[in-house]
């Protein structure tokens, strides 16, 4: 099956038959984990080198690798790192390649992906440069959305929230681009909406959006994707603190839909806790996501499959 390139920095490198056959194999890889793993990684080692915060992300990258049968080699805060020495991301990376068979970086600066990706001597995953990309997280995404409403195309999403620096929004926008007849609903603030690569994008597909500022706009979408405020992006500090709050979503506003709720995660205030109960509420499930997807990814960039 294999995909057509050896590095994944951003979605817009990805085809429809791309998307598909990852989620294909990542749903193949649900029935490999029900069944406690396999060992079609073994001997390989996965790079797991984090320069910015991570949960979900790094635990699930590791848990797909150890669930293929693989090991990891890790680092991670700049601070412990030969980074902090003054060492180029690129030299970090020839580096690693020496030591493991594929690599997931984060790193908090845009295009320290591309940059990683062009001097990586085994394959390179962008596991979220800054405020550019996060395509991992926009695959389990569209796993995530095929999943709970059964198909894709045809779909209204609303993303919600810090379009200007949250990463996952644009990597899923240029996901949803490849299915037929979507409409985006972009809610946000003045000060944080979508960026014109993302603008540009849509208008050039002749993709159906609008950008609001009001949350009720995103109330009759199919998929509601709220986000956190992205407080380590803004340079004044204040700005922060008064738009930190801007959007809460309650369940209250939500009687009566079906709206699949998601979220990339961490929330912060953005969702009401009493919206954690509902049927709808995909967050939850939509991060268990996050270890088939990214097992399908490490096997197919690994030639396995
Ligand atoms: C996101 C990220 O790191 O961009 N988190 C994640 O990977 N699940 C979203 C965020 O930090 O707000």
Do not use: W
């Amino acid at each position: 099956m294999g995909l057509p390139f050896t590095h994944l920095t951003s979605t817009k490198q990805l085809s429809r038959s791309d998307t598909d056959a990852i989620v294909g194999v990542a749903q193949d890889m649900e029935g490999i984990l029900k069944k406690g793993g396999c060992d079609l990684l073994r001997g390989k080692i996965l790079g797991s080198l984090f320069y910015e915060p991570s949960t979900r992300t790094r635990l699930s990258f590791e848990s797909a690798m150890q669930r293929l049968g693989g090991d990891i080699v890790t680092a991670d805060g700049i601070q412990f790192s030969s980074l902090y020495k003054g060492e180029s991301i690129e030299d970090t990376i020839v580096v690693a390649s020496q030591y493991c068979d594929i690599i997931a970086m984060r790193h908090p600066e845009v295009g320290s992906a591309d940059r990683a990706a062009a001097v990586s001597l085994v394959p390179f995953i962008n596991a979220g440069d800054g405020p550019g990309q996060h395509p991992t997280q926009a695959l389990l995404d569209l796993f995530t959305i095929q999943k709970e409403c059964g198909k894709i195309d045809g779909l209204k999403v609303a993303m919600v929230g810090d379009l200007r620096f949250g990463r996952t929004v644009h990597s899923l926008s240029f996901l949803l681009g490849l299915y037929d007849k979507i409409t985006l609903v972009f809610v946000s603030p003045k000060e944080l909406t979508m960026p014109e690569k993302v603008i540009t994008f849509c208008k050039e597909k002749g993709i159906a959006f609008s950008e609001e500022r009001a949350l009720d706009a995103a109330l009759t979408a199919d998929v509601l994707y709220m986000t956190r405020i992205q407080e380590e992006r803004f340079t004044d500090h204040s700005e922060y603190e008064r738009l930190k709050s801007v959007y809460t979503l309650k369940a209250a506003h939500l009687k009566g839909k079906r709206t699949v709720i998601m979220h990339p995660l961490p929330r912060v205030t953005e969702i009401a806790t009493d919206v954690d109960a509902l049927p709808n509420a995909a967050y939850f499930r939509q991060v268990r996501n996050g270890v088939p997807v990214r097992m399908a990814l490490l096997a197919m960039l690994l030639g396995k499959l």
